[in-house]
């Protein structure tokens, strides 16, 4: 109710209403829903970081998901049943994750989850999804899916992971902005991915990691680190995040002056949803971001792009419609709007009509291999590998312009394809 | 640790934390806000000396506005907020379980535990025509022909420190107070206890033995404006902030240990998501494991804070009374003291959640305007977005900043001046008695700004 602007309103008071005679209404209203075999509603368990330290991602998650089910079921719903969804919080915690999978299955009957962003949530998460055998569908960016560490029930189809996202850069950096790279990131495990990935990625591009500076997460000043950057270094990465980002901008500004300095490239997490054209932020100019999304709608952007974002209420800037600094996780928060559609082609693919058909329905994913680009899959084109339960998309690499991260470079796909590590479909349901 | 699980594929490919964090930067992490802090620490020393020297202090006068029939007897009024309570409930029970979407969760945390307070430190004690209690516990008294009590009264404050240590433990430990069924059995079961109690009591007993009653009372009595009530009399009173306080009598022991608990629960809530904390408990505050990873060490924290908050006060005390060289019992001195900390517990709890006033706020007007998801607008405002855009604008934060430093700063001045009020009456003359007192008011100044600039994990 509260995030939803008047076009979205029809739907909601179904998913969120909690009232008995709310499907029985919708379907009153919504008259194109095809005779299926049985006409109740879908029931999809949404696990949100509605609090804790996921708080600000998921209130975007939760945005864009209302704008996709309206539009999922504008379209008829899935396999002409209406679909409803039941937002659950698991305050961005794992044994709350755990409790909050067993809620939405044995208590709300939810036909399957999806939705979790926070990898360590995920991980806490996944194993209780297992052992209910419950589809749990994520939405987290993380390399645990591909690595193996989860089960056959937990997949990612909706965003690719973090190691298909740094390698992925390594070819571009190399050839346009240089090979010594000095790498500055905070010291623990979100880091290191950083420093291993790209270390392992600019090496096999021929260039070199010169310097790796890690610096404490509970640090929030970082002038005697930044004397550590070699003087010959062409490229510096950095992937500082959470409230001192601001502070660090100010003070590589501050270490740099007007005088030379070398290619910067970092990664958007660092500041996503934060106006990069605000002020304290003017030295990130003319440096480089990785997106997974371009937040600045692009001129060659698709016709579905504008839809998307009119549906989800973000504006050009990837702002809130109603507050221009209201700027959006844009990087991140379609996966939750793909992995939806990727949920309606796979109860589609399997004939999905009850909970007996869950064993079905991951069946039907894993024998996916791509999706084409479009108003389901707003982000771009994918390849799905059905033994790692990973997605791969291309990823964006834009240049701070006038203050708007304009894009410069689209990977292919395959820059971000590794070698498998695991065949789920060869264990056990 | 649980990222690096057992089917790691050696360390390049080890699955980890993904995702970064979701913490905003901080505007204020980029303000002066050291300057801030050692400027405030000055004005308040400052204050202290020229207070105990120059012994001309404000009068703190009160100012009959206006006088006029009650217009809503109390007993009605509170049968009509148990009816609201019993629909929000309803609600808790049976409605949408994400707590930004529910009534129940959002009235009471963001209604009840910040709005509400906000407006009393305003307009008075608002919460005496809310209390869900008394009129019920009225009614049904009379019906059953009940007027005695059990003797819960001799107890003093006692049960409303248990009560407020319990619902601190729930607000800052427990792993899910915001979810609304959660909340709706907590709620539920507490009002039930406290109705059989005060039932068997005397409806009374509840302005002095329950917690909710007694903190939203004291924090009321800062308020430049105040209704009192008479019979059928309401009078309307004005006066500066703190007036009322003047008028109250010496707090007894138990509500002097009851204010210092509410004081360390504001505190240990700042407090428990500072990077300062995060590091000491081992935690990494960019990827916080959350609430149930960190249960038994906030437990300690919250007691630990309550004993040092305890301790710095009544121990202050305790040495003003021996640099001024009083011989009379501890709690006589101690009682009428400990009423300027009251200033300091109402600026902090209004500086505190001044943020989440303006964002969970929104989420309130928005489920208020439309509760059953329909499309209404029962406020008359149009469907709108919550936007919390404001966090990241400079100019915003820096007034917020602004702020928060107006009301901490602002509370501890008056905290001193009453305090120096309080000693005056209690005959103190050796201004070196203020001493102590006054130390520990710098400290808490600065405690107090600080823990509102620290960088925060959550």
């Given at each position: 109710?509260?995030?939803?602007?008047?076009?979205?309103?029809?739907?909601?008071?179904?998913?969120?209403?909690?009232?008995?005679?709310?499907?029985?209404?919708?379907?009153?209203?919504?008259?194109?829903?095809?005779?299926?075999?049985?006409s109740?509603?879908?029931?999809?368990?949404f696990?949100?970081?509605r609090?804790?330290?996921?708080?600000?991602?998921?209130?975007?998650?939760?945005?864009?998901?209302?704008?996709?089910?309206?539009?999922?079921?504008?379209?008829?719903?899935?396999?002409?049943?209406?679909?409803?969804?039941?937002?659950?919080?698991?305050?961005t915690?794992?044994?709350?994750?755990?409790?909050?999978?067993?809620k939405?299955?044995?208590?709300?009957?939810?036909?399957?989850?999806?939705?979790?962003?926070?990898?360590?949530?995920?991980?806490?998460?996944?194993?209780?999804?297992?052992?209910?055998?419950?589809p749990?569908?994520v939405?987290?960016?993380?390399?645990?899916?591909?690595?193996?560490?989860?089960?056959?029930?937990?997949?990612?189809?909706?965003?690719?992971?973090?190691?298909?996202?740094?390698?992925?850069?390594?070819?571009?950096?190399?050839?346009?902005?240089?090979?010594k790279?000095?790498?500055?990131?905070?010291?623990?495990?979100?880091?290191?991915?950083?420093?291993?990935?790209?270390?392992?990625?600019?090496?096999?591009?021929?260039?070199e990691?010169?310097?790796?500076?890690?610096?404490?997460?509970?640090?929030?000043s970082?002038?005697?680190y930044?004397?550590?950057?070699?003087a010959?270094?062409?490229?510096?990465?950095?992937?500082?995040?959470?409230?001192?980002?601001l502070?660090f901008?100010?003070?590589?500004?501050?270490?740099?002056?007007?005088?030379?300095?070398p290619?910067?490239?970092?990664?958007i997490?660092?500041?996503?949803?934060?106006?990069?054209?605000?002020?304290?932020?003017?030295?990130?100019?003319?440096?480089?971001?990785?997106?997974?999304?371009?937040?600045?709608?692009?001129?060659?952007?698709?016709?579905?792009?504008?839809?998307?974002?009119?549906?989800?209420?973000?504006?050009?800037?990837?702002?809130?419609?109603?507050?221009?600094?209201?700027v959006?996780?844009?990087?991140?928060?379609?996966?939750?709007w793909?992995?939806?559609?990727v949920i309606?082609?796979?109860?589609?693919?399997?004939?999905?009509?009850?909970?007996a058909?869950?064993?079905?329905?991951?069946?039907?994913?894993?024998?996916?291999?791509?999706?084409?680009?479009?108003?389901?899959?707003v982000?771009?084109a994918?390849?799905?590998?059905?033994?790692?339960?990973?997605?791969?998309g291309?990823q964006?690499?834009?240049k701070?312009?006038?203050?708007?991260?304009?894009?410069?470079?689209?990977?292919?796909?395959?820059?971000?394809?590794?070698?498998?590590?695991?065949?789920?479909?060869?264990?056990?349901? | 640790?649980?990222?690096?699980?057992?089917?790691?594929?050696g360390?390049?490919l080890?699955?980890?934390?993904?995702?970064?964090?979701?913490?905003?930067p901080?505007?204020?992490l980029?303000?002066?806000?050291?300057?801030?802090?050692?400027?405030?620490?000055?004005?308040v020393?400052?204050?202290?000396?020229?207070?105990?020297?120059a012994?001309?202090?404000?009068?703190?006068?009160?100012?009959?506005?206006?006088?006029?029939?009650?217009?809503?007897?109390?007993?009605?009024?509170?049968?009509?907020s148990?009816?609201?309570?019993?629909?929000?409930?309803?609600?808790?029970?049976?409605?949408?379980?994400?707590?930004?979407?529910?009534?129940?969760?959002?009235?009471?945390?963001t209604?009840?535990?910040?709005a509400?307070?906000?407006?009393?430190?305003?307009?008075?004690?608002?919460?005496r025509?809310?209390?869900?209690?008394t009129?019920?516990?009225?009614?049904?008294?009379?019906?059953i022909?009940?007027?005695?009590?059990?003797?819960?009264?001799?107890?003093?404050?006692?049960?409303?420190v248990?009560?407020l240590l319990?619902f601190?433990?729930?607000?800052?430990?427990?792993?899910?107070?915001?979810?609304?069924?959660?909340?709706?059995q907590?709620?539920g079961?507490?009002?039930?206890?406290?109705?059989?109690?005060?039932?068997?009591?005397?409806?009374?007993?509840?302005?002095?033995?329950?917690f909710?009653?007694?903190?939203?009372?004291?924090?009321?009595?800062?308020?430049?404006?105040?209704?009192e009530?008479?019979?059928?009399?309401?009078?309307?009173?004005?006066?500066l902030p703190?007036?009322?306080?003047?008028?109250?009598?010496?707090?007894?022991?138990?509500?002097?240990i009851?204010?210092?608990?509410?004081?360390?629960?504001?505190?240990?809530?700042?407090?428990?998501?500072?990077?300062?904390?995060?590091?000491?408990?081992?935690?990494?505050?960019?990827?916080?494991?959350?609430?149930?990873?960190?249960?038994?060490?906030?437990?300690?924290?919250?007691?630990?804070?309550?004993?040092?908050?305890?301790g710095?006060?009544?121990?202050?005390?305790?040495?003003?009374?021996?640099?001024?060289?009083?011989?009379?019992?501890?709690?006589?001195?101690?009682?009428?003291?400990?009423?300027?900390?009251?200033a300091?517990?109402?600026?902090?709890?209004?500086a505190?959640?001044?943020?989440?006033l303006?964002?969970?706020?929104?989420?309130?007007?928005?489920?208020?305007?439309?509760?059953?998801?329909?499309?209404?607008?029962?406020?008359?405002?149009?469907?709108?977005?919550?936007?919390?855009?404001?966090?990241?604008?400079?100019?915003?934060?820096?007034?917020?900043?602004?702020?928060?430093?107006?009301?901490?700063?602002?509370?501890?001045?008056?905290?001193?001046?009453?305090?120096?009020?309080?000693?005056?009456?209690?005959?103190?003359?050796?201004?070196?008695?203020?001493?102590?007192?006054?130390?520990?008011?710098?400290?808490?100044?600065?405690?107090?700004?600080?823990?509102?600039?620290?960088?925060?994990?959550?």
């Open positions: 109710m509260t995030t939803d602007l008047a076009g979205l309103k029809t739907n909601r008071r179904t998913v969120l209403g909690g009232l008995a005679a709310g499907g029985a209404l919708m379907l009153g209203a919504a008259p194109r829903f095809v005779q299926a075999q049985s109740a509603p879908i029931k999809l368990g696990q949100l970081h609090t804790g330290i996921g708080a600000a991602y998921g209130r975007w998650y939760e945005r864009t998901t209302q704008a996709a089910l309206k539009l999922l079921n504008d379209q008829g719903g899935i396999n002409g049943r209406p679909v409803e969804i039941v937002f659950e919080d698991d305050g915690d794992p044994k709350r994750g755990a409790e909050v999978v067993e939405l299955t044995t208590q709300a009957g939810c036909d399957l989850i999806f939705g979790p962003l926070f990898s360590h949530v995920v991980i806490g998460s996944a194993p209780r999804a297992g052992e209910l055998k419950v749990y569908l939405c987290s960016e993380g390399y645990h899916v591909a690595s193996g560490m989860l089960n056959r029930w937990t997949l990612q189809p909706g965003i690719t992971d973090v190691r298909a996202q740094v390698s992925s850069m390594a070819p571009w950096v190399m050839q346009n902005l240089g090979k790279v000095t790498m500055v990131f905070p010291d623990y495990a979100f880091g290191h991915d950083h420093r291993d990935f790209f270390t392992e990625a600019v090496k096999a591009q021929g260039g990691v010169i310097a790796q500076i890690a610096i404490p997460p509970t640090e929030t970082f002038t005697r930044l004397p550590q950057i070699p010959e270094t062409e490229v510096l990465y950095h992937v500082m995040v959470g409230p001192a980002v502070t901008v100010k003070e590589l500004g501050e270490f740099y002056g007007s005088g030379a300095r290619q910067i490239f970092g990664f997490d660092s500041l996503e949803a934060v106006d990069t054209a605000a002020p304290g932020l003017e030295f990130l100019e003319g440096t480089h971001f990785w997106e997974g999304h371009c937040r600045v709608k692009q001129a060659d952007a698709p016709e579905w792009e504008g839809t998307y974002r009119a549906a989800v209420g973000v504006d050009d800037n990837g702002a809130s419609v109603s507050d221009a600094r209201d959006s996780t844009y990087a991140h928060m379609f996966s939750c793909e992995t939806l559609f309606k082609k796979g109860m589609e693919a399997s004939g999905y009509q009850s909970t058909d869950r064993q079905k329905f991951v069946e039907a994913i894993e024998a996916m291999t791509a999706f084409d680009a479009g108003l389901d899959h982000q771009g994918k390849t799905f590998n059905g033994k790692t339960h990973q997605v791969f291309q964006f690499i834009s701070v312009e006038g203050g708007k991260l304009m894009r410069v470079h689209a990977t292919s796909i395959e820059d971000g394809v590794y070698p498998d590590a695991v065949d789920y479909t060869a264990q056990s349901f | 640790m649980i990222r690096r699980g057992g089917l790691a594929l360390l390049a080890a699955p980890a934390g993904a995702l970064a964090c979701a913490l905003p901080s505007i204020i980029t303000l002066p806000t050291g300057h801030y802090m050692a400027g405030a620490a000055g004005v020393a400052l204050t202290a000396l020229w207070g105990g020297a012994r001309r202090l404000p009068a703190f006068r009160a100012r009959l506005l206006l006088e006029r029939a009650v217009f809503l007897p109390e007993t009605l009024t509170s049968y009509l148990f009816l609201a309570l019993l629909g929000l409930l309803f609600l808790g029970f049976t409605g949408t379980r994400d707590p930004m979407h529910n009534l129940l969760t959002l009235v009471f945390w209604g009840i535990w910040v509400l307070p906000l407006a009393s430190l305003i307009f008075g004690n608002l919460w025509a809310l209390n869900p209690w009129g019920p516990v009225r009614l049904v008294r009379h019906l022909g009940r007027t005695g009590g059990i003797g819960l009264s001799r107890l003093g404050h006692w049960p409303a248990a009560g319990a601190l433990w729930f607000q800052l430990v427990a792993l899910s107070p915001d979810d609304p069924l959660v909340l709706a907590v709620i079961a507490y009002w039930l206890v406290v109705f059989l109690l005060a039932v068997l009591e005397g409806e009374d007993w509840v302005q002095e033995g329950e909710m009653t007694l903190y939203l009372g004291f924090l009321a009595r800062i308020a430049p404006f105040w209704l009530i008479d019979g059928r009399r309401a009078r309307l009173y004005a006066g703190g007036t009322q306080i003047l008028r109250l009598p010496p707090l007894t022991p138990s509500a002097v009851f204010v210092t608990l509410a004081l360390a629960g504001l505190t240990f809530d700042g407090l428990m998501e500072t990077f300062f904390w995060m590091a000491l408990i081992g935690e990494n505050p960019l990827e916080f494991t959350g609430r149930s990873a960190v249960q038994g060490v906030n437990t300690l924290g919250l007691l630990a804070v309550w004993a040092l908050t305890a710095s006060i009544l121990g202050a005390l305790a040495l003003g009374r021996r640099l001024g060289r009083h011989t009379g019992p501890f709690w006589a001195s101690a009682g009428p003291a400990m009423l300027a900390f009251l300091i517990a109402a600026g902090y709890h209004a505190h959640y001044l943020v989440t303006l964002t969970s706020g929104q989420y309130v007007l928005a489920a208020m305007n439309d509760p059953f998801f329909r499309g209404d607008a029962l406020l008359g405002l149009e469907p709108f977005f919550v936007g919390f855009g404001f966090l990241t604008d400079q100019a915003a934060m820096t007034a917020i900043w602004n702020s928060q430093f107006a009301l901490i700063l602002g509370a501890h001045l008056l905290a001193l001046l009453l305090a120096l009020h309080l000693s005056a009456r209690l005959g103190d003359t050796r201004a070196i008695a203020h001493l102590p007192m006054t130390a520990l008011m710098v400290g808490y100044t600065v405690l107090g700004l600080w823990l509102l600039s620290s960088p925060r994990g959550v």
